[in-house]
């Protein structure tokens, strides 16, 4: 088992900055890559970024390039989130994921692990 735990929500003025973090533990080394998703009120679940622990392939959401940037530290065993010039529409709770599958996904069901979420909010 793999657990995640994120941290670094919080309410922030369009425009303005956020980092999230995520903590993984246990069996990482069953893990290929690291995802962020986001949930809106009402909305699917949605990819947002994607890293590899090794090889460092990202992959990002049309509606975040440019302005988000996925990171990994794998000595700490930490995922970051930088995201700048935020909007209203990023408003969701955001999810550390983890998938043992090397192949690319964008689908929630292609991640294996998953932390309890936190909360983005931007107000404008």
């Known amino acids: 088992q793999v657990q995640l735990v994120e941290s670094g929500g919080g309410l922030v003025q369009t425009g303005g900055s956020l980092r999230l973090a995520c903590a993984a533990s246990?069996?990482?080394?069953?893990?290929?890559?690291m995802g962020w998703f986001r949930q809106a009120p009402g909305k699917e679940r949605e990819f947002v970024a994607r890293?590899?622990?090794?090889?460092?392939?990202?992959y990002y959401a049309d509606s975040v390039k440019g302005r988000f940037t996925i990171s990994r530290d794998n000595a700490k065993n930490m995922v970051y989130l930088q995201m700048n010039s935020l909007k209203p529409e990023d408003t969701a709770v955001y999810y550390c994921?983890?998938?043992?599958?090397?192949?690319?996904?964008?689908?929630?069901?292609?991640?294996?692990?998953w932390g309890q979420g936190t909360q983005v909010t931007v107000s404008s």
């Open positions: 994921a983890a998938a043992r599958s090397p192949s690319y996904n964008s689908s929630a069901l292609g991640y294996d692990y």
């Open positions: 246990g069996r990482t080394f069953t893990v290929y890559a």
């Open positions: 890293i590899s622990w090794s090889g460092g392939r990202i």
